[in-house]
């Protein structure tokens, strides 16, 4: 049993994959948690059963009519959880002095803030959503060092290799002997589909990711292989790694969650069932380790491991992230915006699967300026983008 002291936690997007999962964890160690926030965007009715089995201090919803039913339910319930409305409730709930841990599990850009409110704060920040360092990598590190912050990745990738490295890797990978980063993919639900049957993808099909059960957006980025730029740009920030220090590994089987290589010829792996809760526990528990409620992998049953190179003709997402990168300034903040702009349009049918990467292709070839060393500037390319996504979406579908 650990001695550590109760972490009182706030789960940004509490009612999605990632937030049922920490919940799921926290709930097997109320010794170690408690719940200070949730937060859920339009979700009320799932957001009214975590809180009354969570019990939380506050809850946060995205209209000041949602909160309002929340409010009476909670009340005629005997609850006394305060319930706010609105973005700025949110960065509240992520830097309350009360609060030791934040996990960030809002997807898109809507995360960015809160995100970066509790690394502002100094809290030990469980950050899942991706987005918020692909649009703001240099503004959020260095809120981090600059206010003390634990980051931990959930991502399972970099959660992956940061379990894989020495434990203090700042400073670059060249420092602690490192060569490269091995970012495992499993393929998607198309890999080894030809063009033609690619073209005609439902969203339900899309949705359908063989190894992990995620939230739409990042299922459908999963089908793109745009989620693995994403990662890509992550890993880059995350680990003060260039993209061509970091190797895209198709692995179908989803088992090696990542992995690193020393100059002398090691390559650390991180392997585990394609669950959640493992880099979720992780990051609770840091430097400790505690239960997930996962079962160890049984290599008889794995039987064999597999790798690819992925198919990037086929797949072109994934090196418009890598050039977006390499480009630098706003480029990934114009990537992800448009991205998530065609990803919700695909969701709602108005267009293609292939077309997202088209559409994406085509914004980021619009001239942008400016640099991402301000909040303002970034949201202000976020912004144009997304304008600059809405016009082609609709010209497109009509
Ligand atoms: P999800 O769609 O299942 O859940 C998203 C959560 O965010 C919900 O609680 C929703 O109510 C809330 N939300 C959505 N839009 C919002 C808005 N505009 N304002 C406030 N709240 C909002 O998503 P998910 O699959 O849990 O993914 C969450 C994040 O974690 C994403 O950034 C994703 O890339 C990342 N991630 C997820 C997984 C996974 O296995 N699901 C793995 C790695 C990383
Ligand atoms: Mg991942």
């Not at 073209?199 to 980025?221: F, L, Y």
């Not at 692995?251 to 880099?279: E, K």
Request: charged share 20%; hydrophobic share 45%.
């Amino acid at each position: 049993m650990s001695q550590s002291p109760i972490q009182r936690v706030t789960v940004l997007g509490s009612t999605g994959s990632i937030g049922t999962n920490t919940l799921d964890v926290i709930a097997r160690h109320s010794e170690r948690y408690v719940v200070h926030a949730l937060t859920a965007h339009t979700s009320k009715e799932s957001l009214l059963t975590q809180c009354l089995a969570h019990r939380p201090a506050v809850a946060v919803l995205h209209s000041e009519a949602d909160a309002s039913w929340l409010r009476q339910q909670l009340k005629r319930a005997g609850l006394p959880t305060e319930v706010n409305a609105g973005p700025e409730a949110l960065c509240e709930v992520a830097r309350d002095s009360s609060v030791d841990c934040v996990m960030a599990a809002i997807v898109g850009a809507a995360g960015l803030l809160p995100a970066l409110a509790a690394a502002e704060a100094g809290k030990r920040v469980l950050l899942a959503n991706k987005e918020a360092l692909v649009m703001s990598g240099a503004l959020f590190m260095n809120a981090v060092s600059r206010s003390g912050a634990t980051l931990l990745p959930i991502d399972s990738e970099h959660n992956a290799i940061y379990q894989c490295l020495p434990s203090d890797h700042r400073g670059g990978l060249a420092k602690h002997g490192v060569r490269q980063l091995l970012l495992t993919a499993s393929g998607g639900p198309f890999r080894g589909w030809t063009a033609e049957d690619i073209a005609k993808v439902t969203p339900e099909q899309a949705c359908a990711h063989p190894n992990w059960s995620m939230g739409r957006k990042i299922s459908v980025d999963s089908a793109t292989l745009m989620n693995k730029g994403l990662e890509l740009i992550e890993a880059c920030w995350l680990f003060d790694a260039t993209p061509d220090q970091i190797q895209v590994v198709v692995h179908p089987q989803s088992v090696i969650h990542s992995m690193a290589a020393y100059h002398d010829g090691s390559v650390i792996a991180q392997l585990g069932h394609p669950d959640m809760r493992t880099p979720i526990a992780y990051g609770l528990a840091w430097p400790e380790r505690i239960d997930a409620g996962v079962e160890t992998l049984d290599l008889f049953q794995v039987a064999r491991l597999d790798f690819e190179a992925p198919d990037e003709a086929l797949f072109p997402c994934l090196n418009l992230a890598r050039d977006a990168m390499l480009q630098g300034g706003v480029a990934p903040v114009v990537l992800n915006a448009a991205n998530e702009v065609a990803v919700d349009a695909f969701l709602q049918r108005k267009l293609g699967f292939t077309e997202i990467g088209q559409l994406v292709t085509e914004v980021l070839s619009r001239p942008s300026e400016g640099c991402a060393e301000s909040l303002e500037s970034v949201l202000a390319a976020d912004q144009w983008a997304r304008d600059q996504a809405v016009e082609l979406v609709t010209r497109w579908s009509a």
